[in-house]
């Protein structure tokens, strides 16, 4: 028997899931204050929570048998999870299951924005007659574009495509065949789809790359006439300049179920009238709250009983022997996937994983979970971790692969990450120096030996004399301090590619100012103080 302490309200739906497994002993104890929950989760295996109760500190703590958390919906603002997989306790959470409760309410303000529901409903109720100031659009034959092409933009778009509109596409982790395979024009550039597009409507996460991804001036690029609907997060868009290009009448309207600051007060939003609100509902319909409560009790069984992982988005529990064998060279996988990432140009299509010498002998699952990690975490939202990393990457429709061989040149053991896009491929390779420290020994062609910490500047420049001088002097005048810089070259190539430490990351100006170097083709930032 297992005890199941579901410390949450939970649909009634799905405590009847949970009771169908009769090896589980269900405490259904929901609203309790930490002290009256101690005694609860003390001899549970499991606890299921939403998120009131917090898995973390003194409760967490008293959890002596606890193996597994669920959390019933997507955030894990409440859980610990690095205590909770120092514990080797498994976290699962339910990211698809308001997948279409969410899709559903983005076409619902497709419809309204459309026809104007909300100020005709007014309006009429107030007993006006105004039929002729509702002239409404029809979506038949128009064109929407889904910025986000995870599980809910791809059921937004099957919903498009049956009321016969064109659908446009842009994510940069998803590649072209994706695209074509759900019918969708993918596109290049984000700026070609609000061009293009007589209906936005947002479905990305939320993370610093996407912050104000709709700035002033891409709203003010967008098709005129276009309406924009956002019902992922709040922050997405630059509310000012939004209200700013619909009482200009360059865009036709705006529904909004989130907001940069929630709930969002007096906003000056409220005060147009072609502006749409609801108070973030994606999730908020009975179907939805179901299907979480049935989804993460089937997950919770299917854990217990059978040692199956579904939706983690913490680590496997690890021997302890085998985790520090790892550590060091987890830490290095994971800095290549972030460098190869920064390399690229368009969506990933291809990521290959090399194990050489010594390396070949170690358990490769993780190790292409965490170069996976390491790649994707910095442009998705949820937690990217060895235990979801490759399943996310299949879904964004990305090949994987790996490699082993006992022979190696040059060094011991080497890890290989090979990443290829439309563009072509990139391959970096690192060791471990002393058996701890990760070093980058080769990028494509080049050989060099450059430790992978603190705030590196990569650029690849032409192999002649005066342009590290250049590079010295320019940093200087800005006042960055250069802490190392090692320079590789290739065999028969008259470029090379140099590896700086600097004291701080370099703003979007610098880094421009070195990219004007006439002798530098190519300069990018990487920071794995992070």
């Not at 299921?48 to 003194?58: A, D």
């Not at 019933?72 to 997989?85: E, F, P, R």
């Not at 459309?114 to 007993?127: C, F, H, I």
């Not at 993780?366 to 990457?393: D, F, K, S």
Request: with cysteine; hydrophobic share 45%.
């Amino acid at each position: 028997m297992f005890k199941v302490f579901v410390a949450d309200k939970l649909a009634a739906e799905g405590i009847a899931a949970l009771q169908e497994y009769p090896q589980l002993e269900i405490d259904f104890s929901p609203g309790l204050d930490v002290e009256a929950a101690l005694a609860h989760i003390a001899d549970a295996d499991a606890v299921i929570v939403r998120s009131e109760t917090k898995i973390r500190g003194k409760l967490l703590a008293a959890a002596s048998k606890l193996r597994v958390v669920g959390r019933a919906g997507i955030g894990v603002d409440n859980i610990d999870l690095d205590a909770a997989t120092e514990r080797g306790i498994v976290v699962l959470n339910t990211p698809d299951a308001n997948a279409t409760t969410t899709a559903e309410l983005a076409i619902a303000h497709l419809f309204s924005l459309s026809r104007q529901l909300p100020e005709a409903d007014r309006t009429t109720r107030n007993g006006e007659w105004l039929r002729s100031k509702f002239m409404g659009s029809e979506v038949t034959g128009k064109t929407l574009g889904i910025v986000g092409f995870g599980t809910i933009g791809r059921l937004v778009a099957e919903r498009a495509r049956g009321l016969k509109m064109q659908v446009l596409g842009f994510d940069p982790f998803v590649n072209p065949q994706t695209f074509e395979s759900h019918g969708v024009a993918g596109c290049a550039e984000l700026d070609t789809l609000l061009a293009a597009s007589d209906y936005v409507t947002l479905h990305c996460p939320m993370t610093k790359d996407t912050r104000n991804l709709l700035s002033a001036t891409r709203l003010r690029a967008m098709k005129k006439g276009a309406r924009l609907i956002n019902c992922a997060r709040g922050g997405l868009i630059d509310e000012e300049a939004l209200l700013e290009v619909i009482t200009s009448g360059h865009l036709a309207g705006a529904a909004l179920d989130v907001f940069a600051q929630e709930p969002p007060g007096a906003s000056p939003l409220f005060g147009h009238p072609r502006i749409q609100f609801t108070p973030h509902l994606g999730a908020s319909t009975e179907e939805a709250q179901t299907a979480t409560g049935v989804e993460i009790a089937h997950q919770i069984a299917a854990f217990l009983l059978r040692d199956e992982i579904r939706n983690a988005v913490n680590l496997q529990s690890v021997p302890p022997e085998r985790l520090a064998q790892l550590e060091p060279y987890l830490q290095l996988a994971r800095r290549l996937g972030k460098l190869v990432g920064k390399m690229l140009d368009g969506p990933l299509l291809e990521i290959e994983v090399g194990f050489y010498g010594h390396a070949a002998e170690l358990d490769s699952q993780p190790l292409v979970a965490a170069v996976l990690a390491g790649l994707l975490q910095e442009h998705l939202e949820i937690p990217i971790t060895r235990v979801n990393a490759a399943h996310l990457a299949r879904r964004q429709g990305i090949k994987l692969s790996e490699i082993k061989a006992a022979e190696v040149r040059d060094y011991l053991s080497v890890l290989r990450v090979t990443a290829r896009d439309a563009g072509g491929s990139r391959c970096l390779e690192g060791t471990l120096f002393d058996g701890r420290h990760p070093r980058l020994v080769r990028v494509n062609d080049y050989a060099l030996e450059a430790p992978l910490e603190g705030h590196l500047i990569f650029t690849r420049h032409a192999d002649q004399p005066g342009v590290i001088g250049t590079l010295g002097e320019l940093l200087g005048r800005e006042g960055v301090n250069i802490s190392r810089m090692q320079v590789g070259a290739a065999e028969g190539r008259d470029s090379a590619i140099g590896v700086l430490a600097v004291s701080h990351p370099l703003h979007a100006t610098q880094l421009a100012a070195i990219a004007s170097i006439p002798a530098v083709d190519k300069v990018l930032q990487v920071d794995f103080s992070l």
